[in-house]
């Protein structure tokens, strides 16, 4: 008997797991599933111990990547951005600019540091203020909200 491959919805799950664990590492706190201000939602939004949000675009295979290409209007809000894919996935197809992760259920590896392109203070302070009254609400058991900006 065969297992059954994996499909692509626990891929995700699995690389965006591994993504979490890997910035944890690195010494990030993440939330996944943020609504942007402009109503895209990011698969995972990290803060850095200095103040410094970074969104991971995770991509479970090379049709997924292909058929979003939503990825560039996540970087007005974010000082850093990243895709983060399955070790399998072939990643000379995404652009050079952004970070790069490759990530398993377990962890993960930066293969490309997420250059800084930092935000504008007023738009850093009011995603800021976001990010914690979204931990916050989450933490208390109420999920939706959006970030303003």
Request: charged share 25%.
């Amino acid at each position: 008997m065969t297992a059954e491959p994996f499909r692509r919805p626990d891929i995700t799950a699995s690389v965006t797991r591994g993504a979490a664990r890997l910035l944890a590492h690195l010494g990030y706190v993440a939330l996944a599933e943020v609504t942007l201000p402009n109503g895209r939602r990011a698969d995972l939004m990290a803060l850095s111990s200095k103040g410094e949000l970074l969104i991971v675009e995770v991509k479970s295979s090379l049709e997924d990547y292909r058929v979003d290409r939503k990825w560039p209007e996540y970087v007005p809000y974010c000082d850093r951005f990243a895709f983060a894919v399955p070790p399998e996935f072939p990643q000379d197809f995404l652009p050079e600019g952004p970070g790069l992760l490759v990530c398993d259920g377990f962890g993960g590896a930066v293969l490309r540091e997420a250059p800084a392109e930092p935000l504008a203070g007023a738009r850093r302070k009011a995603l800021l203020i976001g990010f914690a009254r979204l931990a916050a609400l989450r933490s208390a058991g109420v999920t939706a909200m959006v970030l303003e900006t």
